[in-house]
Each structure stands twice: as structure tokens, then as C-alpha cells.
């Protein structure tokens, strides 16, 4: 049965006024300077781990303990598909679009060796990505799902998360270049789409890691990688990175096959 209890509510609400308190403080910070390159790298941190800070003190207000976060590790086999699954859907989506000729591509711009990328580069996306996974994975998801079903709680953590980020596509330059309007629809359809596997890699295997690793991957991968080696051809910037529609597209149908398999998902209780 899921349901709200007042309990579960307070803890919600808790969280969301910590989360978007705090967050607030660094937005404030970035629309003064117009760009996230403020504070040298450290605000985005800081504004990173915002959500995660936030659950884990309500977890304290509430628990008095920080359990049911996910922190053990679970089966290596949900890590290794969180990490593979922003490879597959940005390669299918990037790929589309260079062989269309609606952008091109140019592995002379990527300059980092393979090695330090894929290891490091994912050891330290990771370290950020954590402080969103805390918050969104690792407390929010668990607690939607207490009062909704699984397609209710990867759609509402997944609206919320996108919110989340929208003043920084208005106020800075976390956007693709296009009207803000059309960023915003895009990215929000975009996070919703990947919220699903998220939130599924969340409950099947108990553990946040899964989704750290994704949610870093995704980073890593499209900003770091596709982006970088992609030829803006002139409608580019409408199709690809994370506030264009093709992007927005492969992560619609991403989320549809972890939909198809929320039959998978048994009720259980949080390590």
C-alpha cells in the first residue's frame, strides 16, 4: 500500500526547504556573476552537495542517524550498468545526429588521454555528483516511494530535480545557447527521461552508488566528451547536449524500457 503519513510528509518538506534554502544562497552567487565558472569550480560543489547536506540533516532531524542513505555498495553488475547507460543513450543520440549532418564531429578537439578520463575523470565527477545522488537518490526517491508507485516517484523526483537546476539556466550560462524557454523544456524532459532508470537502479539495488556513478558517467561523458567533439553545424545546439531535443528523446525512450521493467522491483526495506 503507499501512502502519505504526516511523518512522511514533515520529512519531505524538511528536505525540500533545506535543499532549495541552501541551494538558493548559490544561486544568488551565480546570476550575480552570469556564469557557473564563479568561485573557480568551488560554488558548483558546494551548490552539488546542497541536496545531499539537506537529507542527510533530515535524516538527523527525523532518525537521529543517517541510515537508509544506500550506502552499501549492493551488486557490482547495478554500478557497472550505471555507468555504462549515459554512454549508450548519448552515443545513439550524438550518433544520430552527426550521421544526419545536423552536426558534426571532431575527435581532433577531445585532448585528454583515454586512461585519465575514463578513470580519473570518473573518480572526480563522482566526488560531485554524490551530493545530488544523496539528496535525489538516496532520500527522496526512497521516501516517494513509501506513499507512491514507482512511475509516480521516477516522474515527481525526477520534475523536482529538474526545477532544481532551472534558475541556473535562466540566471547563468547553464544553457544550450537557445531561447531559455526552449532549454528549459528540453532539459526538463531530458532529467525526467533519466529519472526512471535512476530511480529504478535506486530500489533494485538498495544502494546510491549505482546512481552516483550514472549521474557522474552522464556528466563525464556528455559534457566532457560529446560536447566537446561535436561541430555546431548551425541547428546543433537545438538537437544536442543536455538542453536539446535529441538528447531530451533517447532519454524519454531510456526511461520508457526502465518503466517497462518496474515489474522487476519487489517492496523491501532501505539498508
Known amino acids: ?8 510528509t514533515r520529512e519531505l518538506a524538511t ?17 550575480r556573476a552570469g556564469t557557473l565558472t564563479a568561485g573557480g569550480g568551488s560554488y558548483v560543489l558546494m551548490l552539488m552537495w546542497c541536496p545531499g547536506v539537506s537529507a542527510l540533516a533530515t ?24 555507468y555504462l547507460l549515459p554512454i549508450v543513450y548519448a552515443a545513439a543520440a550524438y550518433g544520430a545526429v552527426w550521421i544526419s549532418g545536423f552536426g558534426g564531429v571532431d575527435l581532433g578537439r577531445f585532448h585528454v588521454s583515454a586512461w585519465r578520463f575514463i578513470i580519473l575523470g570518473i573518480l572526480t565527477s563522482v566526488v560531485y555528483a554524490l551530493g545530488e545522488e544523496l539528496g535525489g ?32 539556466i535562466v540566471f547563468a550560462d547553464y544553457n544550450g545557447g537557445t ?56 541547428r546543433t545546439k537545438y538537437l544536442l547536449s543536455e538542453f536539446g531535443a535529441v538528447l531530451a528523446f533517447a532519454a524519454v525512450v531510456t526511461g520508457f524500457i526502465f518503466w517497462r521493467l518496474r515489474y522487476r522491483l519487489a517492496d523491501s526495506t532501505d539498508n
Open 179 to 234: 531561447p531559455a524557454a526552449y532549454s528549459i523544456a528540453c532539459f526538463v524532459v531530458m532529467v525526467v527521461g533519466i529519472s526512471f532508470p535512476m530511480a529504478w537502479l535506486r530500489l533494485r539495488s538498495r544502494s546510491v552508488w549505482p546512481t552516483a556513478i550514472m549521474h557522474a558517467s552522464h556528466n563525464l561523458f556528455i559534457q566532457g566528451f560529446f560536447d566537446t567533439v561535436t561541430v555546431n553545424t548551425g
Open 15 to 31: 528536505f525540500l526547504i533545506l535543499t532549495f534554502g541552501l541551494s538558493t544562497i548559490f544561486y544568488i552567487l551565480f546570476a
Open 1 to 8: 500500500m503507499h501512502r502519505f503519513t504526516p511523518r512522511l
Open 59 to 82: 535524516r538527523l532531524i527525523f532518525q537521529r542517524n543517517v541510515r537508509g542513505e544506500g550506502w552499501k555498495w549492493g551488486p557490482t553488475r547495478y554500478e557497472i550498468i550505471g
Open 137 to 168: 537518490r538516496g532520500f527522496l526517491v526512497p521516501k516517494l516511494a513509501e506513499g507512491l508507485t514507482f512511475t509516480r516517484t521516477a516522474f515527481v523526483s525526477g520534475l523536482i530535480w529538474s526545477v532544481w537546476h532551472i534558475p541556473l
